[in-house]
């Protein structure tokens, strides 16, 4: 059977990582860069870590999207994940200057993609997103309650950004 899967955003990368590529896979994208509205290419607003898909990865730049109005702009990520198998490790840090602000590690298992594996995961947590939007504005709330300094916005450029 041959697989066809349109865009290399976030979901599209997923879904190529799942299914077994000895099936002919084919990734079809219209941009010059992988990771859809994440933008990881080497544009302005991402981040490129290349070869994502086949191999460890060990890369370190510095932040370029303001997400969270708690960090500021002049940090730096250093990125490390094993290779891609039966289990997947994506581990981030967060520098400011030397000093390491965060230090995370998220550990997968893979599983198939099918329909029974789909329907059971929106059976176990039917809610996600809104668990997840509202932990978000929970911690917020505490970070804001502890008095933690806000990072304003940065300007805008004024030069339109591609999509």
């Known amino acids: 059977m041959k697989i066809v899967i349109i865009g290399a955003g976030i979901s599209g990368l997923t879904a190529a990582r799942q299914l077994d590529q000895e099936r002919g896979l084919t990734i079809f994208e219209a941009n010059d860069y992988l990771g859809g509205h994440t933008r990881s290419g080497s544009g302005r607003t991402g981040y490129g870590v290349p070869g994502l898909l086949a191999m460890a990865q060990r890369a370190e730049f510095p932040k370029a999207m303001h997400v969270s109005p708690f960090m500021p702009?002049?940090?730096?990520?250093?990125?490390?994940?094993?290779?891609?198998?039966?289990?997947?490790?994506?581990?981030?840090?967060?520098?400011?200057?030397?000093?390491?602000?965060?230090?995370?590690?998220?550990?997968?298992?893979?599983?198939?993609?099918?329909?029974?594996?789909?329907?059971?995961?929106?059976?176990?947590?039917?809610?996600?997103?809104?668990?997840?939007?509202?932990?978000?504005?929970?911690?917020?709330?505490?970070?804001?309650?502890?008095?933690?300094?806000?990072?304003?916005?940065p300007p805008n450029s004024g030069k339109p950004t591609e999509n």
């Open 73 to 153: 702009m002049d940090l730096r990520y250093g990125w490390h994940s094993t290779p891609p198998g039966l289990h997947l490790a994506v581990h981030l840090d967060v520098f400011k200057g030397p000093s390491r602000l965060l230090d995370t590690t998220l550990s997968l298992r893979r599983q198939p993609l099918d329909a029974r594996s789909m329907s059971s995961v929106l059976l176990r947590f039917p809610l996600m997103t809104l668990k997840v939007i509202a932990a978000i504005h929970w911690e917020a709330l505490r970070l804001l309650l502890k008095r933690i300094p806000l990072s304003p916005h």
